[in-house]
């Protein structure tokens, strides 16, 4: 199998057919998940960067990629972060307890309407109309409905970032119903990939050709010892690492 680019990662090797980047894989060695500054959890969050493939959590990769929507200002608020100093009004001066300012919150309340206009189109579209995906858009409306509560700075971190990724869950569950899955049933046609999702890392070369024959990035990791010596290669890169997310961690 050909392939676009190849990095190596320990003794094995990640390549892939369709992106120009192949970012670092993170392992959790400990199983310890804690919630970082910004209530998301750094390259192990797969609202923040691509995790190997899961038939559980299968639309994972389909989960909205920051950078595809840099100029779309109706996303913009996805990936939002509040800052105390810019987007917190305090009950009193130096209180740690608060509101978000009116402007974010008008601006988090047009997620949730984007993502409820996309809700009921697709209820529309399908037979079993009362799903997941349509609860999450109601508890998106419920955490909205909080915001306009005083709450501790911290309590606000977290909620905003559940919020968002309620969001971003019920963004990738619609592309991968309407646009994903019908794709993979049918692999004898290669779609264009399109960087607006998260894509995915897996070990299985069947995963990989579904997954690259849907237009998703993907990457696959081999051991070095079976990498194909004929394979064509474009260019060799070093693995991109997740330096622009949070990495400090949250405390209670």
């Known amino acids: 199998t050909d392939a676009f680019c190849v990095a190596t990662y320990g003794h094995r090797v990640i390549t892939t057919p369709n992106i120009k980047f192949i970012p670092q894989p993170f392992d959790n060695e ?94 529309v579209a399908r037979s079993h109309k009362e799903d997941h995906v349509v609860g999450w858009a109601h508890a998106m409306r419920t955490v909205h409905e909080r915001f306009q509560q005083a ?32 794709r993979m049933r049918f692999v004898d046609t290669t779609h264009k990939v399109d960087p607006k999702w998260m894509g995915c890392f897996t070990e299985d070369v069947t995963i990989a050709t579904k997954v690259h024959t849907a237009g998703v990035p993907v990457w696959l990791i081999h051991d070095a010892r079976l990498v194909n010596p004929n394979m064509n290669i474009v260019k060799i890169v070093s693995l991109t690492p997740p330096d622009d997310l949070v990495i400090g961690m949250y405390h209670d």
């Not at 959890?41 to 994972?60: E, H, T, V």
């Open 151 to 182: 709450m501790a700075w911290r309590d606000i971190i977290i909620i905003v970032a559940e919020y968002q990724c309620r969001f971003l869950d019920i963004w990738a569950v619609l592309d991968y119903y309407k646009i994903i899955e019908p």
């Open 30 to 123: 400990s199983d310890i998940i804690q919630a970082c500054t910004d209530g998301r959890y750094w390259a192990l969050d797969p609202f923040q960067w691509p995790q190997m493939y899961d038939n559980l959590y299968a639309r994972s990769f389909a989960i909205p990629h920051q950078e595809a929507y840099a100029d779309d200002a109706s996303m913009m608020y996805a990936w939002f972060r509040p800052t105390f100093s810019s987007d917190f009004t305090p009950i009193s001066p130096g209180n740690l307890f608060g509101q978000l300012k009116t402007n974010i919150v008008g601006h988090l309340k047009r997620l949730y309407e984007k993502a409820n206009t996309r809700v009921n189109k697709y209820k």
